[in-house]
């Protein structure tokens, strides 16, 4: 099967490139999250649009319900002493200062869910502070088999409240090499991204990981492979025309993919909204023998 040139319809997953880099532009080395930006609001609100169209449209809208808990819970979330980097998310989660934004999301959801989905709520209900806290810190700490996949999804929407809280206020360095660098997972919190994405205006062009627990952005470079740096193996697939708004960036190299998101594309876009209705991509990249470099906060591993 040829990889490059193929005609359209013979093969559903159309490959590209990116255009290369516009001229040097002053930019931010990482976005930390802005609480005032309505992040939660916009994401539902794109969840319901994307679902209107899609095979995945019930999973869709129950992201959705529970990104407008978290938009509600976000505002129980206190004020914070800036924190000089990195955090350290399995220690957040063992401190167990977010556990009131737990009880706050499931008491949000039951109403919104489902007969199916409710017990699911108990569950995480009946849990212990001790339980929630374990749970929290298995899933930062990147032990997701630990966490029971119908209790992990509401664990980590309301510790991702607060993980993005600290980022808001986090002490980027200003000077020296850490300024600079480039990274592969989140320089905030050391989470994996969820895909990246290619920003528009002031920023136009420039690519950014986006973390899949503190919502913080960090710059990379749109001509490597997000994961192990390599530029000499990358292609870009998608569902639709080379010049789709979502593709898997797979690399040769490392045999890893990951989404890139073009915002210019489609100005409407979130990341993670975008990332996840887009989810039978994975399964066709993952077919060919690669493996996701990163994850959705709604599609954890497993």
Known sequence: MSRKGQAAGADPRQRGDF?????????DPVILPDLAQAYYARRAARLRQLGETSELAAYL??????????????????????????????A???????????????????ARVTETVRPHLDHVAEMSGEARRQAAAALAGGRFAEVPAEVAP???????IWLRALAAGAILPSTGDDAAAEHAQCPVCGIAPVASVILTGARQGLRYLHCALCETDWHMVRAKC?????????????????E????????????????VVSLDRDHAADVVADDLA?????????????????FNPFALPG
């Open 278 to 294: 887009t989810l039978p991509l994975d399964a066709a990249v993952e077919e060919e023998g690669y493996r996701r470099t990163g």
């Open 154 to 160: 509401f664990v980590w929407a309301a510790f991702s």
């Open 92 to 110: 957040e989660a063992e401190g167990g200062l977010w556990l009131p934004l737990l009880d706050a999301l499931v008491d949000g959801l039951r």
């Open 226 to 242: 997000s994961n192990c740096g390599d530029a000499g193996k990358l292609e870009y697939l998608s569902f639709e025309t080379a």
């Open 61 to 90: 809208g129950f992201a959705a319900d529970i990104t407008d808990v978290q938009d509600a819970a976000s505002a129980l979330v206190p004020a914070h002493e800036a924190r000089a980097l990195p955090i350290d998310p399995v």
């Open 19 to 27: 255009s290369t880099l516009p001229p040097a532009v002053h930019f």
């Open 244 to 259: 789709a708004s979502v593709r898997a960036e797979c690399c040769g190299h490392c045999k890893g993919y990951l989404k």
